[in-house]
């Protein structure tokens, strides 16, 4: 598949280019990456740019993966990045440290929700997390996500193992509220 674009007022979503390359390598070099990504650890700028350069577009063409830049309408500059893995319907995501908080990646993650339902592409949509990983769990709950509870994880973990981890559920017939019966600190304010 060639990559798509989409966009709302509050994000566009759109190919990453080799100009975000240090973008991601300086996000990646978050301590809370290491401890709630898959990504290589510790990530080095020529893992950032072997991401844009060959991961991303060897996803789109083989229709694997779909995998989008997070930005501001009207910006270049990067946000963070959201994929949606096919068949599985895996949905993950991150965003930079000074972008957290504002909404991106729940209205990120409702367009290309949308946008696979509507394409075709999966008619359900899976996240997983680190137990404890309190904003992520938010962010999928917050778009109707339900808890489906702790498992091991679909993905490897960067030692190759799969460890345990919260689990939702998104499907194309689902409304988009809240959801009951997620832990209680993903509900509490």
């Given at each position: 598949?060639r990559?798509?674009?989409?966009s709302?007022?509050?994000?566009r979503?759109?190919q990453?280019?080799?100009?975000d390359?240090?973008?991601?390598?300086?996000y990646?070099?978050?301590?809370?990456?290491?401890?709630?990504?898959?990504?290589p650890?510790?990530?080095?700028?020529?893992?950032?740019?072997?991401f844009i350069s060959g991961?991303?577009?060897?996803?789109?063409?083989s229709?694997?993966?779909?995998?989008?830049?997070?930005?501001?309408?009207?910006?270049?500059?990067?946000i963070?990045v959201?994929?949606?893995?096919?068949?599985?319907?895996?949905?993950?995501?991150?965003?930079?440290?000074?972008?957290?908080?504002?909404?991106?990646i729940?209205?990120?993650q409702?367009?290309?929700?949308?946008?696979?339902?509507?394409?075709?592409?999966?008619?359900?949509?899976?996240?997983?997390?680190?137990?404890?990983?309190i904003?992520?769990a938010?962010?999928?709950r917050?778009?109707?996500?339900?808890?489906?509870?702790?498992?091991?994880?679909?993905?490897?973990?960067?030692?190759?193992?799969?460890?345990?981890?919260?689990?939702g559920?998104?499907?194309?017939?689902?409304?988009?509220?809240?959801?009951a019966?997620?832990?209680?600190d993903?509900v509490?304010d």
């Amino acid at each position: 598949m060639r990559p798509v674009e989409l966009s709302s007022p509050l994000v566009r979503l759109d190919q990453p280019t080799s100009g975000d390359a240090e973008a991601i390598f300086e996000y990646c070099q978050d301590p809370l990456f290491e401890r709630v990504l898959t990504v290589p650890w510790p990530y080095g700028r020529e893992d950032a740019a072997s991401f844009i350069s060959g991961y991303v577009p060897a996803g789109w063409a083989s229709d694997r993966e779909y995998t989008w830049a997070v930005r501001a309408p009207g910006s270049p500059e990067l946000i963070g990045v959201i994929g949606l893995r096919v068949p599985s319907g895996s949905i993950g995501y991150w965003v930079g440290a000074p972008h957290r908080g504002h909404g991106y990646i729940p209205e990120a993650q409702r367009l290309v929700a949308d946008w696979a339902f509507s394409t075709g592409v999966v008619d359900a949509i899976t996240w997983q997390c680190v137990p404890g990983n309190i904003a992520s769990a938010r962010t999928a709950r917050k778009i109707g996500f339900s808890f489906v509870g702790e498992m091991p994880a679909d993905h490897p973990h960067r030692d190759g193992s799969f460890p345990p981890a919260w689990t939702g559920r998104l499907l194309a017939t689902d409304d988009r509220a809240p959801k009951a019966g997620w832990p209680a600190d993903v509900v509490a304010d």
